[in-house]
């Protein structure tokens, strides 16, 4: 590649766009794996590999990020652009960083239906997240301010012991 390296193209892409990326490499060293991770990838293969394993880590990562033909969403007096990460009620709209758009749009989606903490990170940050998961926690108080501030009817429960769901209050 002309002037970057994979580690670089992961990080620009992961960036710019809202898509999967898998590295594919002959790297197998530990630091070139962590580098991998920090800089966005969805998951590392490294050569040789089997061809039906890569597969099926293509097919959880397609799942993990809910690729469909769908953009875009409204509930309540909320709608939701997974194009442009952007909320917008009414006359309001707001982006949202990457995570956060993702995270409110994965609860939206299923309205009523409690995730827990480890759910959450596995669909938003991926199986193999090692940092705190109290992180779900800020995300979502940062959402709750945003909502407030846009007024939307949608809110975001804690539901004690179990998780978070969203709640339409129209």
């Known amino acids: ?24 490499t002959a790297r197998d ?8 991770f920090i800089s966005g990838t969805d998951d590392y293969v490294t050569k040789p590999f089997e061809v039906k394993e890569l ?16 953009s875009e969403m409204t509930i309540g007096n909320l709608t939701l652009n997974q194009s442009y990460l952007e909320l917008q009620v009414s006359n309001k709209t707001m982006t949202l960083p990457n995570k956060e758009f993702q995270l409110l749009f994965m609860l939206a989606a299923r309205p009523k ?16 997240y090692e940092g705190d998961e109290r992180t779900v ?32 209050h129209v």
């Open 29 to 36: 060293a530990l630091s070139d794996k962590e580098r991998a």
């Open 137 to 168: 926690d800020v995300h979502i108080k940062r959402l709750r301010q945003r909502l407030k501030k846009l007024n939307a009817t949608l809110t975001i429960e804690t539901v004690r012991g179990q998780g978070y769901k969203v709640e339409n």
């Open 1 to 24: 590649m002309d002037g970057m390296d994979g580690f670089q193209l992961c990080n620009t892409l992961k960036n710019d766009y809202d898509i999967p990326v898998i590295m594919l």
């Open 113 to 128: 239906q409690i995730f827990t903490r480890e759910q959450i990170i596995e669909k938003i940050w991926g199986y193999d």
């Open 55 to 70: 597969i099926f880590r293509i097919r959880a990562v397609l799942r993990r990020y809910n690729i469909n033909s769908n």
